[in-house]
């Protein structure tokens, strides 16, 4: 039996660290306008920190790539009946998914069939591929709610109620500790340069892209004039990265490398990166620092994809030498290739290093690539002037009205 909630009442889902890290900021933003608010759903620690009560935590959940998925399905889907179970005894006022389509949309035909409105934060990339799934949103999704710029076109050209609200990370300030400060605070040496390192925010992804990176640190570092910095995920385990470090199976760069907790202040401080694809890499261009794009899944996940993938009229995106079609977020915005994308095969310590140097050194090269990040940061600003996380609030708040407006009708109507 369902039970009867006095007080504003919020699902929310996110599965990976980005929107963990957003979720948390709607949870603390709506508990401000709302303090009697609660929440529940699917998420991080972030969002568990800004007062979500967890049904399933995002950590034992997030996998990548079609492989992946399918090895850990019967875990996945024992967690979403609990999610189901909780959705229907609790039932929320309005439901909040953020991208995490695989459990997300699935998610929302269940609120469809209890008459709860869904707001979508952050789509899933069906522009890309997947683009049947475009009727999901069309039936399913009260809102959407995009951060890059050709998102709202494209929806709306296919009739769902889409709007362009800006990048959340494209306002933050950039982070105040100086680079003295910030040698002080992680023990690094300020007279030598620092490369920062972000192999993604799922175990896997960590697996596959980490090792390459150490690899590339290692020819890079020959001469001992780098210290490297990775930037831990909100679901990936400080304990698990460090184990993979000391592991004797995975090359060791021979030097300094030094775990921290924000990814912001690190890309911030280092004088380069190497990013494995994903929202880092929308963080690297907003901060602007100049990096390389790397990435590698399963064999099978990559031709699967690069025989799905597809991007509409709205994306003027073209294949390189090899067939490949742009996968950098900052690519697509950017309308053609600013940063290089190193992927699968291609994604060596050597491709690495060729690609990365001119980036390091002063010049033509490091400078044209950040003048283009500040081009492409300035296309994901919202237009309104309004944050994203506002926005959004402002469409939950504008759905729970609907709501008391609906539910006094009906009782006047009962009388």
Known sequence: ??????????????????????????ISELRSRMPQLTCFGLGGTEMADAGMDRIVRAEDVAHMGITEVVRHMPYIYGEYRRLVASIK???PDVAVLIDFPDVNFRLAREF?????????????????????????????????????????????????????????????PQPSSTRSEYAEKHKLDPEKTWIA??????????????????????????????????????????AYIRNFLQDPTFPAP???????????????????????????TVQATVVGNP????????PLTFALAKRLIRYPVEIPAKVDK??????????L?????????????????????????PLIADGPQREAMRADLAETNLKLLPASGSSPIIQVCDAVEALLEQNQTTRGRTSTASV
């Open 254 to 280: 021979k030097a300094k490398v030094t775990l921290v907790d924000d990814a912001r202040e690190a890309l911030h401080h280092a004088r380069a990166s190497i990013v494995a694809s994903g929202t880092a």
């Open 89 to 91: 005894k609790h039932r």
């Open 333 to 357: 915005i950017a309308g053609r290739r600013i940063v290089p994308e190193l992927l699968q095969a291609h994604f060596t310590a050597e491709n690495i290093v060729a690609k990365l140097s």
């Open 197 to 238: 390192l972000l192999p993604g925010s799922r175990r896997k992804e960590v697996q596959l892209n980490l090792p390459e990176m150490l690899r590339a640190a290692a020819v890079l570092n020959t001469k001992g004039r780098y210290e490297f910095v990775i930037p831990v995920a909100s679901t990936v385990s400080t």
């Open 322 to 331: 090899d067939g490949n079609l742009p996968i950098a977020m900052v690519n």
């Open 1 to 26: 039996m369902a039970e009867t909630n006095p007080f504003p009442h919020i699902f929310l889902s996110a599965g990976e660290a980005s929107g963990d890290y957003y979720g948390a900021q709607l």
């Open 291 to 298: 990096f390389i794009v790397v990435y590698r899944v399963s």
């Open 112 to 172: 469809r069939k209890l008459n709860i409105p869904v707001i979508y934060f952050v789509s899933p990339q069906l522009w890309a591929w997947k683009r049947k799934r475009l009727r999901w949103v069309q039936q399913r999704v009260s809102r959407m709610l995009v951060i890059f710029p050709f998102e709202e076109r494209f929806y709306r050209a296919r009739g769902v109620e889409a709007a362009f609200v800006g990048h959340p990370l494209a306002q933050l």
